[in-house]
């Protein structure tokens, strides 16, 4: 189903319909929810004399939610050892939500006055917090910080007034202004139908996580603070990137449809699930999966991955109240290693920095964390969090077919002193007795431009290359993929990029080293002959994407995609590469484009 060019909202009877960015396919129908607690003016309408006691009291439940809240977060933090400076603070912010002052002044500005509560309470903080910010005292302008997020809570739970607990836990469209992988760790996703936000990229976490989850989602949606209402039903469309609200019922209809056809393609792709990915005259590529949670693998091994191709980390990390000890990590890996079986799985050591989480003592926190301390740089620094890793990972080797990877590496020095580290395991290991896989697989991947320059002496320390396509793209293009501001300049179809990637598979086999893709432009079909006829080994993509990639690579004749990515090294633009990438999709698979 396809839309016309229109504006950022469209007004349709009693339906809006609010245009973003498309950056996950399908359809989500149900009700709105809130994450975060942003202050921000919300949006003001007057009340009659007779309204205000349902005000005064929809006040009242808010700020008895947000106690709850709040009381909630201290409670388990306080579980946990070593948190009860932590909790504390929380102390400070239930004398903020109770301040007598505030809460008399909403009131008889709200008998006064005459608007919506919550553009009152926002205006009655507001001033609270602009004469902090105005004085001196550090001390005092920093509580500045606890109002706005204290109201912050407030202002989302009055939103969110008409919702109750059923409600909280039925399956709904997640709103946001923007989510971080840390957001994500700790939600129920059994209860997600889809993801949109007012920020984001193609690439930002929010669509990765979309597409790994294989539910709808649109980022870049431009709708002011305060216009949508939780609890009221919306149609996320993840093909063509709209947020509708309060549809009307031939709107209903329309995506009924439009769910219905995806339900008879996803069967159709159901089918492929045994079926080997080759292409029709038989060139074998592995087709493997990225993971961030070891529960996923049953999930993506039903789906016919030939094993994990990715094995993010930083999230076995972050749901841990602490770094993770060795025996916790060599059990996660172990679990992970016995599943996949012969299939194996790739270890990608820890990669944070940049738009991953922060560390527990806050030292990530950077002005460019792009261009900071983040994969291999933090590891290399942070020796013993390091080896405590590569020590897990040897040992969960004896337990599975496992491969080891570096991220973020930059030139052949890093190579060679994570290297050093790990042959410093390895020794400690022998010495103690304990088995591992002696001949285990090491690689690392190519991610900076620079990498790719080297790539053919990198190739003579490893055993593999892994391409991150995310970051190659935006170091390359000098593009944040997560500024919404640039995202049209992030284009996987760069001539650029198709060069640079010719470069590494060429090193790469050089050496008689096999080279993988495990960044988002692997799970893109529009992208699956160029990889093909670039001669790449292994494409590691979302779960979602494990069947809609290997459809693509059972319609390519090989042949055909080495004679077309030769043209498409020839052409100077973009849009004469996206061009030629489009006319063959759209002739082979089709159908994943009406």
């Not at 070593?82 to 400070?92: M, Y």
């Amino acid at each position: 189903m396809s839309e016309p060019q229109a504006s950022s909202q469209d007004v349709t009877e009693t339906e809006i319909r609010y245009r973003g960015l498309a950056v996950s396919r399908g359809v989500a129908v149900g009700p709105l929810r809130f994450q975060g607690q942003p202050f921000q003016r919300p949006r003001r309408w007057p009340i009659t004399e007779v309204e205000v006691q349902g005000e005064e009291t929809r006040f009242e439940e808010a700020l008895r939610r947000t106690r709850g809240q709040i009381e909630q977060l201290q409670e388990q933090l306080l579980k946990t050892d070593g948190n009860h400076a932590e909790a504390r603070v929380f102390d400070a912010h239930l004398l903020v939500l109770e301040d007598q002052t505030v809460i008399s002044d909403v009131r008889k500005r709200l008998h006064k006055d005459r608007f919506n509560v919550e553009s009152i309470y926002y205006e009655v903080i507001r001033r609270y917090v602009e004469s902090l910010k105005a004085i001196t005292d550090p001390y005092l302008r920093e509580r500045a910080v606890d109002i706005e997020d204290v109201a912050g809570r407030v202002l989302v739970a009055l939103a969110d007034a008409d919702d109750n607990t059923a409600m909280q836990q039925s399956p709904r469209v997640l709103f946001a202004d923007d989510l971080a992988p840390s957001d994500t760790v700790g939600m129920d996703r059994s209860l997600l139908l889809g993801f949109a936000t007012r920020l984001g990229s193609f690439t930002s976490h929010t669509a990765i996580m979309a597409r790994a989850l294989g539910i709808p989602g649109v980022v870049g949606l431009k709708i002011p603070p305060g216009t949508l209402r939780a609890g009221r039903e919306v149609i996320l469309d993840g093909f063509n990137g709209i947020l509708i609200t309060d549809p009307t019922e031939e709107t209903l209809e329309e995506y009924r449809k439009l769910a219905e056809q995806q339900d008879v393609l996803n069967q159709r792709l159901d089918q492929l699930r045994a079926e080997p990915a080759e292409t029709h005259d038989g060139a074998r590529v592995v087709l493997s999966a990225n993971i961030e949670f070891g529960h996923e693998v049953d999930a993506i091994m039903r789906r016919g991955a030939d094993g994990v191709g990715l094995y993010r980390t930083e999230f076995f990390y972050y749901e841990q109240d602490r770094h993770p000890d060795e025996e916790q990590q060599t059990a996660a890996y172990s679990a992970v290693a016995e599943k996949v079986g012969d299939a194996g799985v790739i270890i990608r050591t820890l990669d944070v920095g940049a738009d991953k989480f922060q560390t527990a003592d806050g030292r990530l926190a950077e002005k460019n964390p792009f261009l900071g301390w983040r994969g291999i740089r933090v590891s290399l620094q942070e020796t013993e969090l390091f080896k405590t890793q590569l020590r897990a990972c040897l040992r969960a080797s004896a337990r599975g077919n496992v491969r080891l990877m570096y991220p973020m590496i930059s030139g052949v020095e890093e190579l060679v002193a994570a290297n050093g580290l790990l042959e410093e395991c390895q020794a400690e290991l022998r010495r103690e007795g304990v088995p591992f896989d002696e001949d285990m697989e090491v690689g690392c991947m190519i991610e900076l431009p620079s990498a790719v320059m080297v790539a053919p002496e990198l190739a003579k320390e490893v055993d593999f290359f892994s391409v991150g396509t995310n970051d190659l793209i935006q170091y390359t293009i000098a593009v944040d993929r997560v500024n919404e501001r640039v995202a049209d300049l992030y284009q996987p179809g760069h001539p650029a990029i198709l060069r640079l990637l010719e470069m590494v598979v060429e090193a790469a086999h050089d050496a008689d080293i096999w080279v993988g893709v495990c960044g988002e432009m692997a799970g893109d079909p529009l992208f699956t002959p160029v990889l093909v006829g670039l001669g790449v080994d292994e494409l590691s993509v979302g779960p979602s994407q494990i069947l809609r990639v290997k459809h693509a690579l059972r319609q390519l004749d090989s042949l055909e995609c080495e004679v077309m990515v030769k043209e498409l090294l020839r052409l100077p633009t973009v849009e004469e590469v996206m061009n030629r990438c489009r006319a063959l999709a759209k002739e082979r698979y089709g159908e994943f484009y009406q």
